[in-house]
């Protein structure tokens, strides 16, 4: 199930031109399942206008304190009191300081104060307004008291100033939202998730490499799915035409042995490791340092070696939980399940890599110690949510066991 859904979300929206892009952050939530209650403050309404959210929420929204339902239905501390989360995008230099001394002047403070739910606050503002030392100063007490802060976004601002306080994009917004929810109380509350995704590229000179078909689209969906169930999660990358997830730690590498160092870094203090990645098995001998020239007829014979087996070095250790792949052309069980045999795994996902690898959609089949599991084939995002749903019950039992 989506972590968004069912989930009653305060979304306070301050006198910013930025507004415009908490109304589609309100639809984006709205769409998930979650009920968007909206508070805009008067000035915000001079940018947007309340009919707007009210449209894209189908909820009432609330402006003035004295002006509040007949019915009792909302009073001026019931939608804090009820709240999963309060979220505040845009947050104006002037909110904030009201938020940080603990005013209750008007229907959003009051409501902050009201609240114990997660209160995510969202600058936006002037460059030269988020740097004044007041600002900062605001800001720090927030995050001392607990307040969630996101930093701003640097670029163009509405006054052709460049700098850092740009309200962050409705999709970063919404990742920090779903990281926020899944750490109060989901299944990886509290985890350390390390997955890798997409290919490993080998140079052959400065501009040709050995790579494969690789997408990344399902260690990229299954980071967002570890985020959403409340892991902090470290996403290694190889290269890829995908945007990453928000709300999650990316490295990005571009070799196998640059793979192999950022994974060792981040299993430090890791409780689970999900090894999607196609990490190439050979690589040139040696690189040529300047591009390799067609010489006429005459071919080009490249001296491979083998790349380290990054998951076969980690046979030994049993301080984390170990998922692995097997991407197969042929005999895929047999295959899979000799691979988590020699390399120590807890699990392995086997799947037909002539009809996967650089595709949409993906039939997966489960093979660990509790038996074996077949999903239908299904869009990858679909297949990492299910996925990881399966990898978290066994991870449990896994933790269980060793806490006997």
């Known amino acids: 199930m989506d972590v968004l859904n069912g989930k009653r979300i305060v979304l306070g929206v301050c006198g910013s031109i930025a507004a415009y892009k908490a109304a589609q952050l309100a639809r984006d939530l ?8 909206v508070i805009m403050t008067e000035t915000a309404t001079r940018f947007v206008g309340a009919a707007t959210f009210q449209a894209l929420t189908g909820r009432p929204v609330l402006v003035n304190m004295w002006a509040l339902p007949e019915d009792g239905a909302v009073g001026h501390v019931t939608l804090g009191a009820h709240a999963d989360l309060v979220v505040v995008a845009p947050a104006t230099a002037n909110r904030i300081a009201h938020i940080a001394a603990g005013l209750s002047d008007d229907l959003l403070t009051t409501t902050i104060l009201a609240t114990r739910a997660p209160v995510l606050i969202a600058p936006a503002m002037n460059p030269q307004m988020y740097a004044a ?11 001392s008291r607990g307040y969630f802060v996101l930093e701003p976004a640097e670029g163009r601002m509405a006054e052709q100033v460049v700098g850092k306080g ?55 969906a299954l980071a967002a799915r570890a985020r959403d169930l409340g892991a902090r999660v470290t996403l ?18 571009e070799t196998a042995l640059q793979m192999q160092a950022a994974l060792l870094e981040a299993l430090a203090e890791a409780d ?27 071919g080009l014979t490249l001296h491979l070696i083998p790349n380290p087996d990054i998951v076969a070095g980690l046979a030994d250790r049993h301080d ?3 998922v692995g792949f097997a991407a197969e052309t042929n005999d895929l069980l047999a295959n899979a399940q000799s691979k988590l045999e020699r390399k120590g795994l807890d699990l392995i996902v086997a799947n037909d890599a002539m009809s996967s690898i650089g595709q949409p959609e993906i039939t997966l089949t489960l093979i660990g110690r509790a038996g074996t599991i077949n999903l239908p084939r299904q869009p990858k995002a679909m297949a990492a949510a299910a996925l990881l749903d399966e990898i978290v019950v066994r991870f449990g039992q896994w933790r269980a066991a060793r806490a006997q």
């Open 133 to 143: 030392p007041a600002t900062v100063a605001n800001v720090a007490t927030l995050r």
């Open 320 to 322: 984390f939980f170990k």
């Open 166 to 220: 740009r309200l962050p994009e409705p999709p970063v917004l919404e990742a920090e939202i779903r990281a926020l929810l899944g750490r109060q109380g989901g299944p990886l509350a509290g985890c350390h998730v390390v997955i890798s995704a997409g290919g490993t590229q080998e140079a052959i000179d400065p501009v040709r490499y050995i790579g494969n078909r690789s997408s990344g689209q399902m260690g990229y």
């Open 272 to 298: 689970l490791l999900i090894m999607n990645a196609a990490v190439a098995d050979f690589r040139p001998a040696q690189a040529a340092e300047e591009k390799v020239k067609k010489q006429g007829d005459a």
């Open 30 to 37: 709205t769409l998930a399942g979650a009920q968007v209650d």
């Open 236 to 253: 290694v990358s190889g290269p890829t035409a995908l945007t990453p997830p928000g709300a999650v730690n990316l490295v990005r590498v």
